[in-house]
């Protein structure tokens, strides 16, 4: 299969860009993560030697993490929001759940049945439903307030309840009606469907049942009140988050430095093989190399990264799911490029004349890929399945059109090569994977306004709106890591590329866009 012009093409053009962006920064980069700066307060300080960390310490790097994680989540995911986790009755924890609600609710049935009644239990639900109403209101909506306080009064209730002339039903019948005005249109059926329930103690259980439903309304609409409020502040915010996390415990940085340092090699190793095959072409010292050019690598390594077998940098924790799912997209589509790509140049006359067999294809290849990235998935088979859906799909055209089917061989060589995807240093594979780089490190160099503008390499135009997709969202979520952690990488590259002494301080202005 002639591949060789196509990937020197690629190859050409990637180092091109590399060395391109090398030196039109390479000065500035010099001035930029070597200045001065230990006028800015709030700079984030740098690793610290070892030390050793005390429980507390870890314990508040912990809740700072938890933190930072929380509102960075809440303000980038629009579709982010709490729900009840109700697990399956047949479950352990759902059958464990079951029985101890059971018989916290027939041990009060048995109270209440009791001559005289034993309220007690019922007075401390009444007390804590009391605590949960309170909790919708307001700051302002004093005179709810303090109706509420004076009806579910527990101190005039016991006095009530010691003589006998406590009204249960009468304060269920209350909380109901309170319920109503304080809870969200769709919840107004299940307020309602409380007036219907007529046992006291099923009509309780209920009653809590649905101020859960209420409670966790009331916290989906605090963060979706609090979301404008993190976006305008996030860079702030995550940035002094992370910086208590590095003063707490020091060694917070170690794999971020470990991730930038194996770009660095990697990009010395790759100018040194260049030099070495090129006459009189001398080395490549550090101090030489962009660092956005290797930033860049770093983050592109991200898409190839084994996300069950090795930690993720501490910057990107936050994003840890999100840039897996987009790695696992992204290797589902390279491997429908490559089959679209193989089908093409081996049987191209034989579908020239089958509408939309592109599209058709791919749909076919995603089905029979969906779930590729799961351990019990047998990517040998689906591809086999694959293979001969397309050979049939295709004899079924040429019989239709009155020409002969594939033959043995070609069809065997097809499904062959289609299945040969799989394997290590696969030509079509490398260069469906070197062309998606490509472009996403012309993503990555454009400027912000002008991202959607990249050219999308030849070989992708079958899944070019799928990558375009996934580029966006990386290109989104680079852009704000850099924004977060611009200056403690600037701090890394001032260590690893020039040998500086890191300051306690690093420059919040320095960009590593």
């Not at 209730?157 to 009204?167: K, L, N």
């Not at 898409?303 to 987009?326: A, F, M, S």
């Not at 590259?493 to 020039?498: A, E, I, P, Y």
Request: with cysteine; proline share 5%; charged share 20%.
């Amino acid at each position: 299969m002639p591949l060789s012009d196509e990937q020197n093409t690629d190859c050409d053009s990637s180092r091109s860009s590399e060395s391109t962006a090398s030196s039109s920064d390479s000065e500035y980069s010099r001035q930029s993560f070597t200045s001065d700066s230990s006028s800015k307060p709030s700079s984030p300080a740098s690793t610290s030697p070892p030390q050793v960390v005390t429980f507390d310490e870890m314990m508040a790097a912990a809740r700072n993490l938890s933190d930072l994680t929380l509102a960075h989540e809440i303000a980038v995911n629009k579709n982010f929001h709490l729900q009840c986790i109700e697990h399956p009755k047949n479950s352990l924890p759902g059958r464990v759940r079951q029985i101890a609600h059971q018989a916290f609710w027939d041990h009060l049935e048995e109270d209440l049945n009791e001559d005289p009644p034993e309220y007690e239990h019922a007075i401390k639900l009444f007390e804590e439903i009391k605590e949960i109403l309170l909790s919708f209101l307001n700051p302002g909506a004093n005179r709810m307030r303090n109706q509420i306080c004076e009806v579910l009064d527990t101190d005039l209730i016991r006095q009530q309840a010691q003589h006998e002339a406590v009204d249960i039903q009468g304060l269920a019948n209350y909380v109901i009606t309170t319920m109503g005005k304080l809870c969200a249109p769709v919840r107004d059926k299940d307020v309602n469907q409380l007036k219907a329930t007529g046992n006291i103690v099923a009509l309780l259980r209920q009653i809590f049942h649905v101020l859960d439903l209420m409670t966790m309304d009331m916290v989906n609409f605090s963060i979706q009140s609090l979301r404008p409020h993190l976006q305008r502040n996030l860079v702030d915010y995550e940035r002094a988050k992370f910086q208590e996390i590095l003063e707490e415990t020091p060694g917070a940085l170690d794999l971020t430095t470990e991730w930038i340092r194996e770009s660095i090699q990697d990009e010395l190793s790759s100018v040194s093989c260049e030099a070495s095959s090129s006459s009189g072409a001398g080395g490549i010292s550090k101090p030489n190399l962009s660092p956005t050019l290797v930033l860049t690598n770093s983050y592109l390594k991200l898409l190839q990264w084994n996300y069950q077998k090795k930690t993720i940098p501490e910057t990107l924790v936050t994003d840890e799911g999100r840039l897996c799912e987009l790695s696992e997209k992204l290797n589902q589509l390279k491997i429908v490029a490559c089959i679209c790509l193989i089908t093409s140049n081996m049987v191209g006359a034989a579908i020239e004349g089958i509408p939309d067999f592109s599209d058709k294809q791919k749909r076919i290849s995603f089905v029979l890929l969906d779930g590729m990235n799961k351990k019990t998935f047998d990517l040998k088979e689906a591809l086999v399945a694959i293979g001969l859906q397309t050979c049939s799909e295709i004899n079924q055209s040429l019989t239709e059109r009155g020409f002969p089917p594939l033959n043995k061989e070609i069809h065997a060589n097809l499904v062959g090569q289609i299945c040969n995807i799989i394997e290590e240093d696969n030509p079509i594979s490398s260069l469906i994977d070197k062309r998606i780089q490509q472009y996403m490190r012309s993503l990555l160099a454009s400027p912000y306004s002008q991202k959607s503008m990249a050219t999308i390499p030849g070989g992708l135009a079958v899944i070019q709106t799928e990558v375009e997709s996934i580029g966006s969202q990386f290109a989104n979520i680079v852009n704000l890591n850099k924004q977060v952690y611009g200056p403690f990488y600037a701090n890394i590259f001032r260590k690893l590329l020039f040998n500086e002494p890191v300051t306690s301080t690093a420059d919040t202005d320095t960009s590593t866009k």
